[in-house]
C-alpha cells in the first residue's frame, strides 16, 4: 500500500535552559559505531484524538520536548571530532499529516512505506554531526489516529538509551512533568566502561568504511513467532546441555541458520558465517558501577562461527549461543574486580571483528522485555510499534526481535540481500514457526 505524506512544518526545538556542560566525551565505541540513526516509530489509536486538534497536540509535544531537552542536553548539541559539542542546538521536529486512515494502514501493512513516517534528512544533516535527534508526528486522516517517530544517533544511544529518553518525553507530554526528580539524575556514560579514543584516534576522522556491510541493497521483512510456536520452537531448540532454552536463543538459532541456508543457495561456493550477537552491559553489571539508565553505548557481544562446510542444526546453534554468553558474563565478572572491563570487552570485539573478516555477517539484537509498548504521550499505549532503518542498515544483514504488544509473542526484523530474501520468505522450516508480515488488527 502506497502511504501518501505531507510535510506541513519543520522546525528546530532547543532546551528549555541552557546546557549544564559545554563537552561530553565520546567513547572509542562510541566513535565505532555507524553513523546510523535508531528510529521508531509508534502508532497510537486514541478514543478521544478526535477532540483533539492536531495543531494543539503538536504544540504539546513541542513544549515537552524543549523540557526534555534540557535534562537529555547532549541529544540537542553536534558531534566535533571525539565529544558532543554541548551547545544547545536543537533537535528537528517535523509535523505532517496523511488522508489514510490508521485502521486501514494496520490492516494493509506495508513495512516499506514506514520510511515514510521518519523526518527527512535536510542537505548537511547527519547522525554522525547533527541532529543527534529527530522526531515526527504524523495525523492520520479522520482523526484516526497519530504516529510519533523518534529517530536518535547511534553515535550516543543504544536501545535502552533510547527508551529511556522517549519516555522521558512521553511522560512530560502527558503529566506536563518527567519521572526524574533532577535534572542531575541523568547520567551519561561517556568513559564509564569503555576507555576514551587513543590520541591517534583523535588526529583521525571517524571512519565511515565498514567492512561488514556487503554490496548489495538489502530488503527488509517482518515476520511473527505467536507464543504456542515459540514453546514448539524451545522445545525443538532443546538439549542435554541447554535443556531450557531461552525465547531469544531459540529464535536467533532458527532464523541464522535459515539466513545461512538462503544465502549458500545462491552461491557456488560457500561462505563461512559470523553471527555478532549485542549484550546489554546493564544487566550484567552492578548498578554502583554503572547506573540501569545510564545513557551511552553500553554494549558487549560475541560471535558464533559456523564454517562453509558445517551445517549446523538449531540445538548445536543453542548450544554454542549459551556457551558463549556464559563466556562473556564471567568475563565482565572476572574483570569487574580490577580496572581491566572495558578494555577486555574491546579485546573480546575486537577478535570477533577480525574472524568475521571473509565471511557472511549477521547482526543480531534483542529489544525484547524492554517496556516500548508503555510509552503514553497521554494517547494510551501504542497500539503498534514498527521498527524501521536508513542509511548504512541498508547494506548490513541484521536480525532484531521486539515483543508483540502482548509481550509473549515476538516480532523478528529481517534484512538480507533481494536474493536471499527471495529464499528466505519460503523457507518451510522457517515458516512452521513465523508468519510473514500478518496484519496488525484483523
Given at each position: 500500500?502506497?502511504?501518501?505524506?505531507?510535510?506541513?512544518?519543520?522546525?528546530?526545538?532547543?532546551?528549555?535552559?541552557?546546557?549544564?556542560?559545554?563537552?561530553?566525551?565520546?567513547?572509542?565505541?562510541?566513535?565505532?559505531?555507524?553513523?546510523?540513526?535508531?528510529?521508531?516509530?509508534?502508532?497510537y489509536e486514541p478514543d478521544d484524538l478526535l477532540t483533539v486538534s492536531p495543531e494543539i497536540f503538536s504544540e504539546k509535544l513541542?513544549?515537552?520536548?524543549?523540557?526534555?531537552?534540557?535534562?537529555?542536553?547532549?541529544?540537542?548539541?553536534?558531534?566535533?571530532?571525539?565529544?558532543?559539542?554541548?551547545?544547545?542546538?536543537?533537535?528537528?521536529?517535523?509535523?505532517?499529516?496523511?488522508?489514510?486512515?490508521?485502521?486501514?494502514?494496520?490492516?494493509?501493512?506495508?513495512?516499506?512505506?514506514?520510511?515514510?513516517?521518519?523526518?527527512?534528512?535536510?542537505?548537511?544533516?547527519?547522525?554522525?554531526?547533527?541532529?543527534?535527534l529527530s522526531v515526527m508526528v504524523t495525523f492520520f486522516g479522520s482523526g484516526s489516529g497519530v504516529a510519533v517517530s523518534v529517530?536518535?544517533?547511534?553515535?550516543?544511544?543504544?536501545?535502552?538509551?533510547?527508551?529511556?529518553?522517549?519516555?522521558?518525553?512521553?511522560?512530560?507530554?502527558?503529566?506536563?512533568?518527567?519521572?526524574?526528580?533532577?535534572?542531575?539524575?541523568?547520567?551519561?556514560?561517556?568513559?564509564?566502561?569503555?576507555?576514551?579514543?587513543?590520541?591517534?584516534?583523535?588526529?583521525?576522522?571517524?571512519?565511515?568504511?565498514?567492512?561488514?556491510?556487503?554490496?548489495?541493497?538489502?530488503?527488509?521483512?517482518?515476520?511473527?513467532?505467536?507464543?504456542?510456536?515459540?514453546?514448539?520452537?524451545?522445545?525443538?531448540?532443546a538439549s542435554e546441555s541447554v535443556p531450557r532454552p531461552t525465547r531469544v536463543e531459540a529464535i536467533m538459532s532458527l532464523l541464522?541458520?535459515?539466513?545461512?541456508?538462503?544465502?549458500?543457495?545462491?552461491?557456488?561456493?560457500?561462505?563461512?558465517?559470523?553471527?555478532?550477537?549485542?549484550?546489554?552491559?546493564?544487566?550484567?553489571?552492578?548498578?554502583?558501577?554503572?547506573?540501569?539508565?545510564?545513557?551511552?553505548?553500553?554494549?558487549?557481544?560475541?560471535?558464533?562461527?559456523?564454517?562453509?562446510?558445517?551445517?549446523?542444526?538449531?540445538?548445536?546453534?543453542?548450544?554454542?549461543?549459551?556457551?558463549?554468553?556464559?563466556?562473556?558474563?564471567?568475563?565482565?565478572?572476572?574483570?569487574?574486580?580490577?580496572?581491566?572491563?572495558?578494555?577486555?570487552?574491546?579485546?573480546?570485539?575486537?577478535?570477533?571483528?577480525?574472524?568475521?573478516?571473509?565471511?557472511?555477517?549477521?547482526?543480531?539484537?534483542?529489544?525484547?522485555?524492554?517496556?516500548?509498548?508503555?510509552?503514553?504521550?497521554?494517547?494510551?499505549?501504542?497500539?503498534?510499534?514498527?521498527?524501521?532503518?536508513?542509511?548504512?542498515?541498508?547494506?548490513?544483514?541484521?536480525?532484531?526481535?521486539?515483543?508483540?504488544?502482548?509481550?509473549?509473542?515476538?516480532?523478528?526484523?529481517?534484512?538480507?540481500?533481494?536474493?536471499?530474501?527471495?529464499?528466505?520468505?519460503?523457507?518451510?522450516?522457517?515458516?512452521?514457526?513465523?508468519?510473514?508480515?500478518?496484519?496488525?488488527?484483523?
Open positions: 500500500m502506497e502511504v501518501k505524506i505531507e510535510v506541513a512544518a519543520r522546525e528546530v526545538i532547543k532546551p528549555a535552559s541552557p546546557s549544564p556542560r559545554a563537552r561530553l566525551q565520546l567513547s572509542v565505541l562510541d566513535l565505532s559505531c555507524p553513523p546510523h540513526y535508531v528510529s521508531t516509530v509508534f502508532f513541542k513544549r515537552s520536548l524543549s523540557e526534555t531537552l534540557s535534562r537529555f542536553y547532549p541529544l540537542a548539541g553536534r558531534i566535533e571530532g571525539v565529544s558532543i559539542r554541548c551547545n544547545d542546538e536543537g533537535a528537528v521536529f517535523t509535523e505532517a499529516r496523511t488522508d489514510l486512515l490508521l485502521p486501514h494502514f494496520l490492516r494493509n501493512l506495508n513495512t516499506d512505506s514506514l520510511e515514510g513516517f521518519l523526518p527527512m534528512l535536510a542537505p548537511g544533516d547527519s547522525p554522525g554531526e547533527w541532529p543527534l529517530s536518535v544517533s547511534h553515535k550516543i544511544c543504544d536501545a535502552n538509551s533510547f527508551l529511556t529518553f522517549v519516555n522521558d518525553w512521553a511522560t512530560t507530554t502527558a503529566k506536563g512533568k518527567s519521572n526524574d526528580v533532577a535534572v542531575t539524575s541523568i547520567e551519561f556514560a561517556e568513559t564509564a566502561i569503555f576507555p576514551p579514543p587513543s590520541p591517534q584516534m583523535c588526529m583521525e576522522s571517524p571512519s565511515t568504511d565498514y567492512t561488514y556491510t556487503i554490496t548489495s541493497k538489502c530488503v527488509v521483512k517482518r515476520f511473527v513467532l505467536e507464543p504456542s510456536k515459540i514453546a514448539e520452537l524451545r522445545h525443538k531448540a541464522w541458520k535459515c539466513a545461512i541456508k538462503s544465502s549458500r543457495s545462491n552461491l557456488v561456493t560457500p561462505r563461512q558465517a559470523m553471527m555478532g550477537m549485542a549484550m546489554d552491559l546493564r544487566l550484567r553489571i552492578p548498578s554502583t558501577v554503572l547506573p540501569q539508565d545510564a545513557i551511552g553505548n553500553l554494549q558487549t557481544g560475541f560471535g558464533l562461527k559456523n564454517g562453509a562446510e558445517m551445517e549446523l542444526e538449531i540445538p548445536e546453534i543453542v548450544a554454542l549461543f549459551r556457551k558463549a554468553k556464559e563466556g562473556v558474563n564471567e568475563m565482565i565478572k572476572e574483570n569487574l574486580q580490577g580496572n581491566t572491563l572495558g578494555q577486555s570487552l574491546l579485546s573480546l570485539m575486537e577478535k570477533a571483528y577480525l574472524e568475521a573478516i571473509d565471511s557472511d555477517r549477521y547482526i543480531m539484537s534483542s529489544w525484547c522485555r524492554k517496556p516500548f509498548y508503555k510509552v503514553d504521550f497521554g494517547l494510551g499505549c501504542p497500539v503498534w510499534m514498527g521498527y524501521v532503518s536508513r542509511t548504512i542498515y541498508n547494506t548490513m544483514m541484521y536480525v532484531l526481535l521486539i515483543d508483540s504488544k502482548e509481550g509473549d509473542g515476538v516480532e523478528a526484523w529481517i534484512s538480507l540481500p533481494e536474493q536471499d530474501m527471495s529464499v528466505f520468505v519460503d523457507d518451510q522450516e522457517l515458516l512452521a514457526y513465523a508468519i510473514l508480515n500478518p496484519p496488525v488488527l484483523t
